[in-house]
């Protein structure tokens, strides 16, 4: 591996510094290095990243690397984070092992994760469906309105799951685990596994758990108006980002997307040292 790109969530003087560093330090060992800017509201454009690209380089913190997954999508480059902020399960690196993983990586010494991701759409209340957004952690339906219980009807591959009266729902892959849905009391999963996990938000009863699905399920999902002018309206969002809106009559389908997010390993760090590291961070 010798071509590299360098991702970067802002273009401070202080990251521009860090990415020049990079870029002396790859171009010094016989490489190339470029580099790009994603910052948070540059969700809809993908980032121009050069053809020969072997490896890119995601310089910030989890939601840096989810932002660059969602951008790369579908151009089959391996990635690996840097962390530059709070402690994180996506960002191997940091400032002082970066050097050291550059040297491994261009002496090939490295394997590759593949990361499963979702794929949603909506589809309105005519029948169009809309454009397909993928997501590295989950994709997330809640009430517009703010703190408001709603209703959540799920389908699995066509046949009637449940109607979950709750703040919303988080569909989540195994990366995304560790996010939002374990903030919901959903189970921890090694991202390494291949499922979909459903989990309620605030379910408004005591037997609601989070479900794990087989990663070939097809979920549809629909609400149902509580109120009697039917103005209801939910609000979905992918990896936190791509906002959309969900009324009665209208549908999300979401499904394993067709490519992965293929992540560097460098380490021999298992996935319960980073738990338990990530544990013990959140007791201090």
């Known amino acids: 591996m010798k071509h590299f790109f360098v991702v970067a969530r802002e273009d401070k003087k202080e990251i521009l510094e860090f990415v020049q560093k990079l870029t002396d330090y790859i171009e010094k060992k016989g490489g190339t290095c470029s580099y790009g800017i994603n910052p ?3 969700l809809e454009a993908e980032l121009d990243v050069p ?3 072997q490896g890119i380089l995601v310089a910030g913190g989890d939601g840096t690397v989810i932002r660059a ?14 962390n530059r902020g709070h402690l994180g ?5 940091d400032d002082a092992s970066v050097y050291d993983a550059i040297d491994a990586m261009m002496a090939g010494d490295y ?3 593949e990361r499963m991701m979702l794929s949603g759409h909506m589809v309105d209340a005519q029948g169009n469906a809309g454009k397909e957004i993928q997501a590295l952690n ?3 339906l809640c009430s517009s309105a703010g703190l408001q219980v709603m209703r959540v009807v799920v389908y699995v591959n066509g046949q009637y799951l449940y109607a979950y009266n709750c703040d919303g729902v988080i569909f989540a892959t195994p990366t995304g685990s560790t996010a939002y849905n374990l903030s919901a009391n959903g189970p921890i ?11 309620p938000i605030n379910p408004h009863t005591l037997n609601a758990r989070s479900i794990v699905l087989d990663p070939y399920d097809e979920l549809v999902i629909e609400i149902e108006s509580r109120r009697e002018d039917g103005t209801e309206e939910a609000e979905i969002s992918f990896d936190g980002n791509h906002k959309r809106l969900l009324h009665p009559g209208e549908k999300l389908v979401v499904h394993r997307a067709k490519e992965t997010t293929k992540m560097i390993h460098l380490r021999d760090v298992s ?7 990530k544990l013990q961070a959140d007791d201090d």
Request: net charge negative; proline share 4%; hydrophobic share 45%.
């Open 40 to 42: 948070d509201d540059a």
């Open 189 to 199: 999963v090694n991202p390494m596994t291949n499922l979909i996990l459903l989990t």
């Open 69 to 82: 997954a969602q951008n790369i999508f579908g151009k089959n480059i391996p990635m690996i984070g840097i």
């Open 111 to 113: 394997s590759i994760e």
């Open 89 to 93: 399960y996506l960002c191997d690196l």
């Open 271 to 277: 996935f319960l040292d980073r738990i338990r590291t």
């Open 51 to 53: 053809e020969d690209t």
């Open 138 to 140: 989950d994709i997330v």
